[in-house]
């Protein structure tokens, strides 16, 4: 894949492209508001396939930097990024993928329980659509892992504290960093997919917020990250 590729340094293009469109934004050259250029200009701009444009653009929108407008383009959140204490940073090793776990467990739990008391029935019916949006990209083996954000963010955006939101925000893609993982294990045999059984622990917890039962939220996030966290350690033996 293009956007796997790595230059002498070890950054993908994709990595590679996302850090100066960031920069572009964090230094004004375009501003809150502003159209970023079309997908063609921005393939000749940088000398990349289309699809590392694409997962660059991904990338910042899951960083909250960017909105898409399907038909109309891409174009700057008017909202800050919020980023204070957690820059971006590549998940090359095992072990930094369970230091992230470890942190998000002792947010998303609690994150589940309470959306689970708070959470309206619109945003209720969010949490069930991301659901079903991911478990329809894993029966098409597409990649799921912003699929899999916006799930997670849908439940940070159901406890009505918008700080949950921020923190999954501050993590930004690498809240799912299988993608980079993946790309540093290549040589190391292939990353196991287990988007049947995340998809099936997702619906689990859509369906705990839905009853509004608190306790089997919370319980059923907990072994929704565990399990990740127990994936990755099989890994390290």
């Known amino acids: 894949m293009a956007g796997k590729k790595r230059n002498s340094g070890g950054i993908s293009l994709t990595q590679k492209v996302a850090s100066e469109l960031r920069d572009s934004i964090r230094s004004g050259k375009f501003l809150p508001g502003d159209k970023l250029p079309t997908e063609p200009l921005l393939v000749e701009e940088f000398g990349v396939s289309r699809t590392v444009i694409r997962e660059s653009i991904a990338a910042l929108r899951a960083d909250g930097m960017v909105d898409s407008r399907h038909g109309v383009g891409v174009f700057v959140n008017n909202r800050p990024s919020h980023r204070t204490g957690l820059p971006p940073r590549a998940i090359s090793k095992i072990s930094e993928m369970l230091e992230e776990l470890e942190l998000r467990n002792a947010v998303e739990v609690e994150a589940a329980a309470l959306a689970a008391q708070r959470r309206s029935p619109a945003q209720e019916a969010k949490i069930r659509e991301k659901s079903h ?17 916006e799930f997670h963010l849908a439940i940070a955006r159901a406890t009505n504290n918008e700080r949950f939101e921020l923190f999954l925000r501050e993590l ?32 689990k917890i859509a369906e705990a917020i839905s009853r ?8 059923t996030m907990r072994v929704h990250l565990a399990g990740s966290a127990e994936r990755y350690r099989l890994l390290l033996q």
């Not at 509004?212 to 319980?219: K, L, Q, V």
Request: net charge negative; aromatic share 6%.
């Open 133 to 149: 949006d991911f478990d329809a990209l894993s029966q098409k083996g597409a990649v799921t892992w912003e699929a899999d954000f």
């Open 172 to 203: 930004g893609r690498h809240t799912i960093p299988r993608e980079s993982l993946r790309s540093s294990l290549k040589n190391n045999g292939p990353l196991p997919n287990r988007d049947t059984a995340l998809s099936q622990e997702h619906q």
């Open 212 to 219: 509004r039962d608190s306790e089997a939220a919370g319980a």
